[in-house]
């Protein structure tokens, strides 16, 4: 088990259907002391903050070995635990055909549920583990599936959805005490009545990937406000467009409605994702929309008022001593080499008059607009950084791609929509001409197959294949950061490069920590004497960047090990880098 690979019977049949059912995981024993504690309990939740004697049986389950090797593979290393664990039973089970509407689905598709599957590596971003503690017959009802849903183009049909018609679809599950059952969160599925002759037991477990965006947890934390005062400040837009995630009230996140000229926050927390199948007039400009999906970036031409220009031109002019050369980043590259980047931060936070052209550009009604199309409601952003560089001052070397695949930094498009989960925004203070330098990408990019060759990486063989867009001061641009193959080329101009740039997220994935990574932050007593295997997947959404930069569970001669070596760029500073359970 410590290096094999699910076979491929197995990858083909979850990827087809999108689950697999587990022969004989839990022994007989097992099983038994599960079914003593939930006999004596009467209660069908709560089991992770049971008394000590009661609650490690489902504890262990949380770390299972051979669940933790399977979801690895399925839902990617650093998986969390997402819903905490419940008993389905005879009371779940519906009196009408289907009782509730049945739950799933992939259209419209949900990042942070959905399956992702790219070059033989399966990212699937929600998973169930459940577990059977009786068994279940062909004919049994309760827990029914519709296959293959979480691959479905077209939305569920309403009488299916509501059990009105079935359609031949609907599976029945069939289970023996002991199996586990493993289930990609968008499949479609419901509860028929129970007609079997035993008991409905099944134990379900919620598990997330490592940067998904869901729930909160039950720590006092959860509820707190994590905003400094100078936020307080900002427009309702703007304080709604730069929420901390994993915090009750952010949870789920604001939205944000306009038309590109004027925006509004919502009174309401649904999401809102127009798409071009279903045509908004006025809404979404179809020539912006194939531009972006073309290209993975899209330049507005003229935002900026030439009041707020000035403005922020001046502000940095003002304070800039508080500018700081960072690093060389040609990495290697002949072309791309020059002197550190000069880069200027915290601009909301300069005094005023200083900052309020920048506490504009976070909630502005031209960006807020093309975000919500991009990527749906409910993103957020960091503060603004203005990128500085003078002569000589070093590119970037390309980074970032399609492939490898990452969901949280990914492009989709379906059914009309573009589901794009990081956006960076670049706004222009000054022009930027052919030969200035500055940023650079690779249009297409982020629908790459195959890995960014070396000579386009430094640009010193770009194949033709860079694009380099210009701009008059008071344009945007947005990319794909993360999806497109992006960069910088050093800086030739005499005059300086004034680009601000702001890096969204949508409302799907974290992917800068945060205290809601900690488990004492996210959970209360759930969390009381866990190891520190089981306190690692009761992490709140984490830094999701690479394989490498999150605590991890591997299999060592069959035994489940946190692995915290930080492989990989971008380790997430709000995680734990070794042991933290407390004495038991
Ligand atoms: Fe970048």
């Given at each position: 088990?410590?290096?094999?690979?699910?076979?491929?019977?197995?990858?083909?049949?979850?990827?087809?259907?999108?689950?697999?059912v587990?022969k004989?995981?839990?022994k007989?024993?097992?099983?038994?002391a599960?079914?003593?504690?939930?006999?004596?309990?009467?209660?069908?939740?709560g089991?992770?903050?049971?008394?000590?004697?009661?609650?490690?049986?489902?504890?262990?389950?949380?770390?299972?070995?051979?669940?933790?090797?399977?979801?690895?593979?399925?839902?990617?290393?650093?998986?969390?635990?997402?819903?905490?664990?419940?008993?389905?039973?005879?009371a779940?089970?519906?009196?009408?055909?289907?009782?509730?509407?049945?739950?799933?689905?992939?259209e419209?598709?949900d990042?942070?549920?959905?399956?992702?599957?790219?070059?033989?590596?399966?990212?699937?971003?929600?998973?169930?583990?459940?577990?059977?503690?009786?068994?279940?017959?062909?004919?049994?009802?309760?827990?029914?599936?519709?296959?293959?849903?979480?691959?479905?183009?077209v939305?569920?049909?309403?009488?299916?959805?509501?059990?009105?018609?079935?359609?031949?679809?609907?599976?029945?599950?069939?289970?023996?005490?002991g199996?586990?059952?493993?289930?990609?969160?968008?499949?479609?599925?419901?509860?028929?009545?129970?007609?079997?002759?035993?008991k409905?037991?099944?134990?379900d477990?919620?598990?997330?990937?490592?940067?998904?965006?869901?729930?909160t947890?039950?720590?006092?934390?959860?509820?707190?406000?994590?905003?400094?005062e100078?936020?307080?400040?900002?427009?309702?837009?703007?304080?709604?467009?730069?929420?901390?995630?994993?915090y009750?009230?952010?949870?789920?996140?604001?939205?944000?409605?306009g038309?590109?000229?004027?925006?509004?926050?919502?009174?309401?927390?649904?999401?809102?994702?127009?798409?071009?199948?279903?045509?908004?007039?006025?809404?979404?400009?179809?020539?912006?929309?194939y531009?972006w999906?073309?290209?993975?970036?899209?330049?507005?031409?003229?935002?900026m008022?030439?009041?707020?220009?000035?403005?922020?031109?001046?502000?940095?002019?003002?304070?800039?001593?508080r500018i700081?050369?960072?690093?060389?980043?040609?990495?290697?590259?002949?072309?791309?080499?020059?002197?550190?980047?000069?880069l200027?931060?915290?601009?909301?936070?300069?005094?005023?008059?200083?900052?309020?052209?920048?506490?504009?550009?976070?909630?502005?009604?031209?960006?807020?607009?093309?975000?919500?199309w991009?990527?749906?409601?409910?993103?957020?952003?960091?503060?603004?950084?203005?990128?500085?560089?003078?002569?000589?001052?070093?590119?970037?070397?390309?980074?970032?791609?399609?492939?490898?695949?990452?969901?949280?930094?990914?492009?989709?498009?379906?059914n009309?929509?573009?589901?794009?989960?990081?956006?960076t925004?670049?706004?222009?203070?000054?022009?930027?001409?052919?030969?200035?330098?500055?940023?650079?990408?690779v249009?297409?990019?982020?629908k790459?197959?195959?890995?960014?060759?070396?000579?386009?990486?430094?640009?010193?063989?770009?194949?033709?294949l860079?694009?380099?867009?210009?701009?008059?001061?008071?344009?945007?641009l947005?990319f794909?950061?993360?999806?497109?193959t992006?960069?910088?080329?050093?800086?030739?101009?005499?005059?300086?490069?004034?680009?601000?740039?702001?890096?969204?997220?949508?409302?799907?994935?974290?992917r800068?920590?945060?205290?809601?990574?900690?488990?004492?932050?996210?959970?209360?007593?759930?969390?009381?004497?866990?190891?520190?295997?089981q306190?690692s997947?009761?992490?709140?959404?984490?830094?999701?960047?690479?394989?490498?930069?999150?605590?991890?569970?591997?299999?060592?001669?069959?035994?489940?090990?946190?692995?915290?070596?930080?492989?990989?760029?971008?380790?997430?500073?709000?995680?734990?880098?070794?042991?933290?359970?407390?004495?038991?």
């Amino acid at each position: 088990m410590d290096d094999d690979r699910m076979t491929n019977e197995e990858n083909y049949a979850f990827d087809v259907a999108g689950y697999l059912v587990l022969k004989g995981v839990l022994k007989p024993a097992e099983v038994d002391a599960l079914n003593t504690v939930l006999d004596d309990a009467k209660e069908t939740s709560g089991m992770l903050a049971w008394p000590e004697g009661r609650r490690e049986p489902f504890r262990d389950l949380l770390v299972h070995p051979l669940l933790v090797w399977y979801l690895n593979q399925v839902c990617g290393v650093g998986f969390r635990l997402e819903h905490l664990p419940r008993l389905l039973t005879n009371a779940d089970s519906a009196d009408t055909p289907f009782g509730e509407p049945l739950t799933g689905g992939d259209e419209p598709r949900d990042q942070s549920r959905a399956y992702f599957h790219q070059n033989q590596v399966r990212q699937c971003q929600f998973v169930r583990a459940i577990w059977a503690l009786e068994d279940v017959g062909p004919d049994d009802g309760g827990l029914f599936v519709v296959p293959c849903t979480h691959k479905e183009n077209v939305e569920t049909p309403e009488d299916l959805r509501n059990g009105i018609d079935d359609m031949g679809l609907v599976k029945q599950v069939v289970l023996e005490k002991g199996d586990l059952l493993i289930l990609s969160d968008t499949v479609l599925r419901g509860f028929r009545p129970w007609t079997g002759q035993g008991k409905m037991r099944l134990l379900d477990y919620g598990f997330a990937a490592r940067g998904v965006i869901h729930s909160t947890g039950t720590g006092e934390m959860v509820d707190s406000d994590p905003y400094p005062e100078w936020k307080r400040e900002l427009s309702e837009e703007g304080r709604a467009a730069t929420y901390v995630p994993g915090y009750a009230h952010a949870t789920p996140p604001p939205t944000i409605l306009g038309d590109g000229t004027s925006n509004r926050v919502a009174d309401h927390r649904d999401l809102y994702h127009p798409g071009i199948y279903k045509l908004d007039p006025g809404n979404i400009d179809l020539k912006e929309f194939y531009f972006w999906d073309l290209n993975g970036y899209l330049v507005i031409r003229n935002i900026m008022s030439r009041d707020d220009i000035e403005l922020a031109n001046e502000a940095i002019d003002r304070f800039s001593d508080r500018i700081v050369v960072g690093d060389e980043l040609s990495r290697g590259s002949k072309s791309l080499a020059g002197t550190g980047r000069p880069l200027l931060g915290a601009l909301m936070e300069l005094p005023k008059p200083y900052c309020e052209p920048f506490r504009r550009m976070v909630g502005h009604p031209a960006i807020t607009h093309r975000l919500t199309w991009m990527g749906g409601s409910g993103f957020r952003c960091g503060g603004p950084t203005a990128f500085l560089s003078v002569k000589g001052s070093t590119g970037h070397a390309l980074h970032d791609s399609n492939e490898p695949l990452n969901p949280s930094r990914s492009y989709v498009f379906k059914n009309g929509r573009s589901y794009c989960e990081a956006v960076t925004i670049a706004w222009q203070l000054r022009d930027v001409d052919e030969d200035d330098g500055g940023f650079a990408c690779v249009p297409g990019s982020h629908k790459a197959q195959y890995p960014i060759p070396p000579g386009v990486r430094s640009c010193d063989d770009h194949m033709d294949l860079v694009a380099h867009p210009t701009f008059k001061a008071g344009d945007v641009l947005f990319f794909m950061d993360g999806a497109l193959t992006h960069g910088a080329l050093a800086w030739q101009s005499d005059v300086g490069r004034r680009g601000i740039l702001i890096k969204y997220s949508a409302r799907n994935f974290n992917r800068s920590g945060g205290d809601m990574c900690h488990p004492e932050n996210r959970w209360g007593p759930e969390i009381e004497g866990m190891t520190d295997e089981q306190l690692s997947i009761m992490r709140g959404p984490d830094r999701d960047n690479r394989r490498g930069n999150v605590p991890r569970l591997d299999i060592v001669d069959g035994e489940v090990r946190v692995n915290y070596d930080r492989a990989g760029g971008l380790y997430s500073t709000a995680t734990p880098d070794g042991p933290v359970a407390k004495d038991r």
